[in-house]
């Protein structure tokens, strides 16, 4: 098998889109060209096998004609350093990379199968190129890609003769009687496909053509007679040479294993997860396997007794329990693992059920476990945390978490687990399947790549953000998770059963706007109803039909009423089934609540993510929906609710960053910043402000945060593009100092490759050296909003160990029950009122000084819903 190596790196980069690795690497094209190799080698399994590749642009065709390919176009930027890429992965892979000078990589192709076929092997060429359907023959065939890098098409000589009209030797002859626009051979103009096949069949050749004029019609003979000349240059640049001085060895291209330590080296610098996946799986035992002969099982008395003393000698280890598949609020405990020392690692086996063996294991390891002083390192701390306290026991004492420490390293790596960790730092291939050792091999793997992370952290100016802030707050996210919020069920039942009569009735207006009943959720019927039978204007289709989503019907509601109502319904079946009747689901029957999982390696910004269920996107805008926080309610009688609120906290870190004079003026005064802006940009005193001019500030406020453009502005607040412009400049010219932290911040994230929050949390943006436009300005709006929205995401967190910190040093019942963006929400007994309210407000208020102070707006009720606000006086 030999391989075009050029042809197959372009077709898999354009097949693709562009891929990179967090330091800002392209490798789309090496990723589908490794794809495509892997799949094609699995299923043809050669015996021998290399890669062809054009060393240099000017060969000696260029001699011949000056022009050969000069309509190409360049290379992409983006693609240009894969190629080197591309040979090192085929080096690691032990596969020759063929390539000459003055030659391209079809040339050495020819002279590979030339010398194949004398050795009287089978051959099979893989490319995207037809120019080399030339070589196909009784021994030869060729793959060709057709689409993308997924399909391929076998080509014979009968196949060639039956798609072509010609025999593969007579390509070159083809192609100097019609030309090759892509390589610009020029050919004989005004002779097509069609006329060069008849010619060809007729004559056999091009130098057959030539000689038989006076049997050609005379206007195709004509043209032969006046380009003739250009057609044997033609036909000569499409004829692969015989004359490649390269000597092929066929012991060379002998198919061998992969240098897997290599092959995994580049595979981790590449951050490709799935291939070094599927590359675990298939090494050799010996090279993926370590030995676990020294993994001491620990299940009696004595020999617990006798490794809690070696691990208090120690004074730091990693542990980790086993918990396989399950959620760490569910997981029983069955062993735990542990790993200190140069090579030492053990299993603690824990017997089922509720014995006194069991009972006297959990009491002797509580004190060790407890000990702040001793320093445990761990893989997810908060989820130790919660396995712990769920067994009677408390885990002080964390110093190190590999996966928080991954996340803040790279946070677009959401949510690393420890084999790719362990892979990226170390380039060791780990795995955790075998059930006795598996809680031992974890955390013999984070003991390792522990000392790695820190140093990375340190480098990186990370170290504070994760010691001081994200370590610690894993604590307090594991007791939110455990204490759960309490759902009233009977509430969540009445809403349903009211949701339902609204979206009967909603149907049934539905259907006497159509005229008719059919499937409401049924896009192609939808269609039908609102474009064949209504006659309404055609928004936009799809692959099958017209398209019927949010946007269309949002666009059709001037046109029609059946429109809003498609929405309403759309709106209230999504709460129905999401939230009223969802979460009814997700409620623990132990204790009566819902334990959302607080995620702080999730999202790119830093700020924290909730999961089964989400309980940061209960909503919040539309009325009906809003209703649904009315089901949560106090775990305790008599006790209250209470949500705290950091008010417009995205703008205010904007004021801070940008040092934007009137900006930090108008929030200093303590205007209403919408109001403020509205006047600002639309040109009115402040009370000349309507309520639709505050929406559109707003609007604005927000956009700016997002980097918003001016259609994306036009569309949120129903103007225009050209209003969108205007009001978008009206506030730059307003707001200097906002426009030129923006363009600063862009220029420093294109030099640095990386974006900073106030708290030197780092994102990422390789998108910002893309020459693809739109990727670019994704790039550059990711590179204003992450700042700010991440900067936003660390004061709160902040304040939620300060709050947490100072409820229980003061001994409150209050607890911090859920985190929803920029609110925090509380339950507590009613006489701890008084206490709460200003320790809530100084610990949020009061965290980080910036050049605006930090407002928080406080409310408290007997639900989430049913609130009213305290004012500062009040507390």
Not at 8 to 22: D, G, Y
Not at 116 to 128: N, Q
Not at 442 to 460: G, H, M, N, Q, Y
């Amino acid at each position: 098998m030999i391989l075009d190596g050029n042809s197959l790196v372009h077709r898999a980069f354009h097949a693709l889109p562009l891929l990179t690795t967090s330091g800002g690497q392209f490798t789309n094209a090496v990723y589908g060209f490794i794809t495509m190799l892997q799949k094609i080698v699995r299923q043809e399994k050669p015996d021998y096998l290399a890669v062809a590749f054009d060393r240099s642009r000017m060969t000696f065709r260029h001699r011949d004609f000056e022009d050969y390919k000069a309509n190409r176009k360049a290379t992409p930027d983006e693609l240009r350093p894969q190629f080197p890429l591309v040979k090192r992965v085929l080096q690691a892979l032990r596969i020759p990379v063929l390539e000459l000078d003055g030659f391209e990589g079809d040339d050495l192709i020819k002279a590979v199968v030339d010398a194949a076929e004398e050795r009287g092997f089978r051959v099979l060429i893989v490319t995207g190129d037809r120019d080399l359907l030339q070589l196909v023959s009784p021994q030869t065939s060729a793959l060709i890609t057709r689409k993308g890098i997924s399909e391929l098409e076998c080509f014979t000589p009968e196949t060639v003769r039956k798609k072509y009209g010609i025999d593969p030797a007579q390509v070159p002859d083809l192609k100097g009687l019609k030309g090759d626009q892509s390589d610009n051979i020029p050919g004989v103009p005004g002779i097509g496909e069609k006329t060069a096949v008849r010619l060809l069949n007729q004559f056999g050749s091009l130098e057959g053509c030539l000689a038989n004029l006076e049997k050609i019609p005379p206007r195709v003979a004509n043209l032969l007679r006046q380009y003739s000349e250009q057609a044997v240059i033609s036909k000569k640049l499409a004829t692969l040479s015989k004359d490649v001085p390269i000597k092929v060895d066929f012991g060379d291209l002998k198919v061998e294993e992969p240098d897997y330590d290599a092959l995994i080296g580049i595979y981790q610098e590449l951050e490709f997860k799935s291939l070094l996946k599927s590359l675990r799986e298939e090494m050799p035992e010996a090279a993926a396997e370590p030995d676990d002969e020294d993994c001491r099982i620990v299940s009696t008395m004595p020999d617990l007794i006798a490794l809690l003393d070696e691990l208090k000698k120690a004074g730091e280890f990693a542990l980790c329990f086993d918990r396989g598949s399950s959620s760490p609020l569910k997981a029983p405990l069955t062993r735990l693992g542990l790993a200190w020392g140069e090579e030492s690692c053990a299993v603690v086996e824990f017997p089922s059920g509720r014995g006194q063996l069991r009972e006297k294991m959990l009491a002797a390891i509580s004190g060790l476990l407890a000990d702040p002083e001793c320093a445990k390192l761990c893989h997810d701390a908060k989820a130790e945390m919660i396995i712990c306290s769920r067994n009677g026991l408390e885990l002080k004492g964390v110093s190190g978490d590999t996966m928080l420490a991954a996340y803040l390293l790279n946070p677009s790596l959401s949510s690393p687990a420890l084999e790719e960790i362990v892979l990226k730092y170390l380039g060791q291939v780990v795995s955790f399947d075998r059930e006795v050792t598996r809680a031992a091999r974890c955390a013999r793997a984070i003991w390792k790549v522990w000392p790695v992370l820190r140093t990375s952290l340190e480098r990186d100016e990370l170290w504070e953000l994760f010691s001081s802030l994200e370590l610690p707050l894993s604590g307090v996210l594991a007791r939110m998770e455990l204490t759960g919020v309490r759902l009233d069920v009977a509430q969540l039942e009445e809403m349903s059963r009211e949701f339902g009569k609204h979206l009967a009735n909603l149907v049934g207006e539905i259907y006497a706007l159509a005229g008719e009943g059919f499937n409401i959720n049924s896009p192609k019927q939808l269609g039908y109803i609102l474009f064949e039978k209504l006659k309404l204007p055609v928004i936009k289709r799809t692959k099958t039909g017209y398209s019927t989503d949010a946007e269309v019907l949002d666009k059709l509601a001037p046109y029609h009423e059946i429109a809003g109502k498609l929405l309403e319904y759309r709106q209230f079946a999504k709460l129905k089934s999401t939230y009223v009747d969802g979460l009814q689901g997700l409620v623990d029957r132990e204790t009566g609540k819902v334990h959302t999982t607080f995620n702080q390696t999730i999202t790119a910004t830093g700020r924290l993510s909730s999961t089964e269920p989400n309980l940061q996107n209960i909503p919040i805008k539309m009325g009906p929906g809003r209703k649904i926080r009315r089901a949560f309610v106090p775990s305790e009688p008599g006790w209250l609710i209470l949500a705290a609120d950091y008010s417009q906290i995205e703008l205010r870190v904007l004021a801070h960053m940008s040092r934007d004079e009137r900006l930090i003026a108008d929030f200093l005064n303590g205007e209403d910043i919408h109001t403020r802006t509205a006047a600002t940009v639309f040109g009115v005193a402040p009370e000349e402000v309507t309520p639709d001019l505050r929406r559109r500030a707003k609007g604005i406020n927000y956009g700016i945060v997002y980097g918003i453009t001016e259609y994306g502005l036009a569309r949120d607040i129903g103007v225009s593009r050209e209003e969108a412009a205007l009001y978008i400049a009206n506030y730059f010219r307003q707001y200097p100092g906002v426009k030129r932290f923006i363009e600063e911040t862009i220029a420093a994230a294109r030099e640095r490759g990386y974006v900073q929050t106030l708290l030197k949390r780092r994102r990422y943006l390789p998108d910002l050296l893309s020459s693809n436009r739109n990727v670019r300005s994704f790039g550059e709006r990711t590179a204003i909003n992450t700042p700010i929205q991440g900067s936003a995401a660390d004061i709160i967190k902040l304040a939620m160990l300060r709050v947490d910190r100072e409820m229980r040093e003061r001994g409150l019942r209050a607890r911090m029950i859920l985190q929803v963006h920029d609110e925090l929400v509380f339950e507590l007994p009613k006489e701890e009122l008084g206490v709460l309210v200003p320790l809530v407000r100084s610990g949020m208020e009061k965290i980080m000084e910036l050049a605006v102070p930090l407002r928080v707006d406080i409310e408290v009720g007997p639900n989430w819903y049913d609130l009213t606000k305290v004012d500062e006086a009040d507390a």
